[in-house]
């Protein structure tokens, strides 16, 4: 999308500023002003950024990101970046409070003594969400600095290599403009979006396969990528184990986030993963498949550790496939040929759930949501194994709710399912047999006018008192 001219008349004043750390939190015009928003980053983004930090420590250079300034009268307010720059504030002060004094090298001794004694801005928070997060972050922060893995040349990387881009502006109004146009242009990013450059990041080096891997992803609509994640994918993760699962947001990231095989230790877990990537890998390379065609896909699952890099790229092409052909669909296994298809009652209840007088209203597409995760994610455990029943099962377990109740809301089947533990059981199980019987309660009288559809088939098979 091309930027509006007033937006691109502004960037040309603008000459951007690459600071390291220690440079930027070493400036004592800095300053958060009131009309900030309260500090709002959880131990969970400390998490993440000391990941990060972990994981390109052998990198020239780290980018955490920007900062947008406006320079009033010697002060330099931050419109954009005070979540990073206080976090960053913390975790020099911790550095500060408990490293120093055992610092081995002399020049980080110098380098954090200069900045305690020079002076880092000391900013005031009124709000009690700013208070409360400051004080659990820094204690975050305390023990991530303190462990033995926090090496010198880590906290050297820190200081000396990870850095902020920044603009500075003079006229308020410009500056929050010029914020908005970056949030606008797409700066403010999508969770898999996120994903999407964590990942590229994680590429193994000379990977061959990297722009074919990308290439589904590209194809994809970000509408259509963004529903894969936030309607199946992050929904399946989160309930096998337990979790709730309303809305994906960017602090929701670290679920698609795994492992590096070329850096992560040899963990016994790691094992079966490593096996089968080089495995696959290996197999697929070998001249016989030039000649005989076909190739050995990756063993995907759905509540797996990922692998990150191309294979998470080949995951998201691989269930992407996979759940435009299950949901929605009448025969959520793709059969064609006469006499392949679902059993009876299966083939019913694909049909009603498709075509009912309710199905589109919020409610019943909350119901529908559940019914094809659950399909999805026993699919993906046990293929065709017993399909018929497994839609009959959880036919029935998904549309109780909406037997039961007149209004059902996202939070409504979002606590059913974490109440009924159905997903876990899937994960638990080790052949159908063991979800399958799994007992389902009755229903008594269908609450909703527009699913009397619905309702003659509980009646049919035999889950109504």
Same mark, same amino acid.
């Given at each position: 999308?091309?930027?509006?001219?007033?937006? +691109?008349? #502004?960037?040309?004043? #603008?000459?951007?500023?690459?600071?390291?750390?220690? /440079?930027?939190?070493?400036?004592?015009?800095?300053? $958060?002003?009131?009309?900030?928003?309260?500090?709002?980053?959880?131990?969970?983004?400390?998490?993440?950024?000391?990941?990060?930090?972990?994981?390109?420590?052998?990198?020239?250079?780290?980018?955490?990101?920007?900062?947008?300034?406006?320079?009033?009268?010697?002060?330099?307010?931050?419109?954009?970046?005070?979540?990073?720059? =206080? /976090?960053?504030?913390?975790?020099?002060?911790?550095?500060?409070?408990?490293?120093?004094?055992?610092?081995?090298?002399?020049?980080?001794?110098?380098?954090?003594?200069?900045?305690?004694?020079?002076?880092? &801005?000391?900013?005031?928070?009124?709000?009690?969400?700013?208070?409360?997060?400051? *004080?659990?972050?820094?204690?975050?922060?305390?023990? =991530?600095?303190?462990?033995?893995?926090?090496?010198?040349? %880590?906290?050297?990387?820190?200081?000396?290599?990870?850095?902020?881009?920044?603009?500075?502006?003079?006229?308020?109004?410009?500056?929050?403009?010029?914020?908005?146009?970056?949030?606008?242009?797409?700066? !403010?990013?999508?969770?898999?979006?996120?994903?999407?450059?964590? *990942?590229?990041?994680?590429?193994?080096?000379?990977?061959?396969?990297?722009?074919?891997?990308?290439?589904?992803?590209?194809?994809?609509?970000?509408?259509?990528?963004?529903?894969?994640?936030?309607?199946? +994918?992050?929904? =399946?993760?989160?309930?096998?184990?337990?979790?709730?699962?309303? *809305?994906?947001?960017?602090?929701?990231?670290?679920? @698609?986030?795994?492992?590096?095989?070329?850096?992560?230790?040899?963990?016994?877990?790691?094992?079966?993963?490593?096996?089968?990537?080089?495995?696959?890998?290996?197999?697929?390379?070998?001249?016989?498949?030039?000649?005989?065609?076909?190739?050995?896909?990756?063993?995907?699952?759905?509540?797996?550790?990922?692998?990150?890099?191309?294979?998470? @790229?080949?995951?998201?092409? *691989?269930?992407?496939?996979?759940?435009?052909? =299950?949901?929605?669909?009448?025969?959520?296994?793709?059969?064609?040929?006469?006499?392949?298809?679902?059993?009876?009652?299966?083939?019913? %209840?694909?049909?009603?759930?498709?075509?009912?007088?309710?199905?589109?209203?919020?409610?019943?597409?909350?119901?529908?949501?559940?019914?094809?995760?659950?399909?999805?994610?026993?699919?993906?455990?046990?293929?065709?194994?017993?399909?018929?029943?497994?839609?009959?099962? &959880?036919?029935?377990?998904?549309?109780?709710?909406?037997?039961?109740?007149?209004?059902?809301?996202?939070?409504?089947? !979002?606590?059913?399912?974490?109440?009924?533990?159905?997903?876990?059981?899937?994960?638990?199980?080790?052949?159908?047999?063991?979800?399958?019987?799994?007992?389902?309660?009755?229903?008594?009288?269908?609450?909703?006018?527009?699913?009397?559809? $619905?309702?003659?088939?509980?009646?049919?098979?035999?889950?109504?008192?």
């Amino acid at each position: 999308m091309q930027a509006p001219k007033q937006d +691109l008349a #502004l960037e040309s004043k #603008l000459s951007p500023r690459i600071l390291t750390v220690a /440079t930027l939190l070493a400036d004592r015009t800095l300053a $958060i002003p009131l009309y900030q928003r309260p500090y709002k980053w959880t131990t969970n983004n400390i998490g993440q950024l000391f990941d990060d930090i972990a994981t390109f420590k052998d990198k020239k250079s780290y980018r955490l990101g920007t900062i947008v300034f406006h320079e009033d009268a010697g002060v330099r307010n931050i419109v954009d970046g005070q979540q990073r720059t =206080i /976090t960053l504030l913390l975790t020099v002060r911790a550095l500060i409070q408990k490293r120093l004094e055992k610092l081995v090298r002399k020049d980080l001794r110098d380098q954090l003594g200069a900045l305690a004694v020079g002076g880092m &801005i000391n900013p005031k928070f009124k709000s009690k969400v700013s208070k409360f997060n400051i *004080h659990t972050n820094y204690r975050e922060i305390d023990r =991530i600095i303190s462990r033995a893995d926090f090496t010198e040349d %880590i906290v050297d990387f820190l200081l000396n290599k990870c850095e902020v881009v920044t603009f500075s502006l003079s006229d308020i109004s410009e500056a929050f403009q010029f914020f908005d146009s970056q949030n606008a242009r797409g700066r !403010d990013l999508e969770p898999h979006d996120l994903l999407k450059a964590y *990942h590229l990041r994680e590429f193994d080096t000379g990977d061959e396969q990297r722009k074919a891997t990308v290439a589904d992803w590209e194809s994809c609509e970000t509408k259509e990528l963004a529903g894969l994640f936030a309607e199946y +994918l992050y929904r =399946i993760r989160n309930w096998s184990r337990g979790a709730s699962a309303r *809305h994906f947001g960017k602090g929701d990231t670290l679920l @698609f986030k795994g492992i590096n095989l070329g850096r992560v230790s040899r963990y016994p877990y790691v094992e079966p993963l490593r096996i089968a990537h080089h495995f696959v890998d290996h197999y697929n390379d070998q001249y016989e498949r030039k000649i005989i065609g076909g190739i050995l896909p990756f063993p995907f699952q759905l509540d797996q550790t990922i692998i990150n890099g191309r294979r998470f @790229f080949e995951m998201i092409a *691989h269930y992407h496939m996979k759940v435009s052909q =299950i949901a929605k669909a009448s025969d959520p296994l793709g059969n064609r040929s006469p006499g392949t298809g679902l059993e009876p009652f299966a083939a019913k %209840i694909m049909n009603a759930i498709n075509r009912y007088p309710g199905m589109y209203r919020d409610g019943d597409r909350y119901v529908r949501g559940i019914f094809d995760c659950l399909l999805i994610y026993y699919l993906d455990k046990f293929g065709g194994a017993e399909v018929s029943r497994a839609i009959e099962k &959880i036919f029935i377990w998904a549309y109780t709710i909406r037997m039961r109740m007149q209004t059902v809301q996202l939070a409504t089947v !979002d606590n059913y399912v974490l109440d009924t533990k159905m997903f876990p059981k899937v994960k638990e199980a080790t052949n159908p047999r063991e979800f399958l019987q799994v007992p389902l309660p009755m229903i008594g009288e269908n609450k909703s006018r527009k699913t009397e559809t $619905i309702y003659e088939l509980f009646k049919e098979m035999g889950y109504h008192e």
